[in-house]
């Protein structure tokens, strides 16, 4: 499997834009802050941070949001790289390194299959940066195809 890092994405800057999107995150229930950063082939970067609810199963996750600000706003195109980074308020990217979800894994995977890519994503933490491809966070996928 390739390896390399995504073609227009420095991984050291976008993991930075996921940081800066952690510091906008509405938390005030886990004080737990995670930001995500999109790179897409076209060189543009969406970011977002998750967002918590009373009701606490209404929760957005942060690679969420980003998706959902990139479709909303009709981007379309390669999704090549994606960052994550998370963890106690004044503290993000301290601990272990986050990594998405389940249901941000398959989000991710919407929107790869979009541009028939299979990004990078890096999750941050401490020292470590965790570095693998979508594919390996969510094998066997259930995507567009599936529905054909």
């Known amino acids: 499997m390739d390896r ?23 938390a005030p229930y886990s004080n737990f802050h995670v930001g995500a950063a999109l790179g897409f082939a076209d060189g543009s970067v969406v970011t977002g941070a998750n967002v918590e609810n009373a009701s606490y199963g209404l929760a957005l996750c942060a690679e969420t949001v980003a998706a959902g600000k990139a479709l909303s706003e009709d981007w379309c195109g390669v999704l090549e790289a994606v960052a994550v980074i998370g963890g106690q308020a004044g503290a993000v990217g301290l601990g272990d390194p986050v990594t998405p979800c389940g249901r941000c894994r398959q989000v991710l995977n919407e929107i790869a299959a ?19 491809r979508l594919s390996e ?5 259930f995507g567009p195809q599936s529905l054909a």
């Open 4 to 26: 390399s890092p995504a073609m227009n994405h420095d991984r050291d800057t976008l993991i930075a834009a996921a940081r800066a999107a952690a510091s906008k995150a509405y």
């Open 114 to 132: 979009l541009g028939g890519s299979d990004p990078v994503v890096w999750c941050a933490g401490g020292d470590t940066v965790l570095e693998m």
């Open 137 to 141: 966070l969510l094998p066997h996928a």
